[in-house]
């Protein structure tokens, strides 16, 4: 998330900082969203702070 202007500092074992005041771009990177389910959430907070985003599609697993 740094590539996008996101700052983390791990504060406590379990605990992260996140601080998103100085996003940069409302492309998240593909290499960034597959790796996660939730990509959803980066979404929803770059289309909530910059009423626009463009994400790549996550990868299928077909069975």
């Known amino acids: ?3 996008i ?3 983390i500092k ?5 605990t992260l900082e996140i601080d998103t005041r100085e996003i940069n771009s409302i492309e998240a990177p593909l290499d960034l969203t597959s790796k996660f389910r ?4 980066l979404t929803g907070a770059l289309l909530g702070r910059c009423k626009r985003a463009v994400v790549g599609m996550p990868r299928t697993v077909v069975n």
């Open 1 to 3: 998330m740094e590539t």
């Open 10 to 14: 791990k504060i406590a074992e379990n």
């Open 38 to 41: 939730a990509s959803y959430y």
């Open 5 to 7: 202007g996101v700052k």
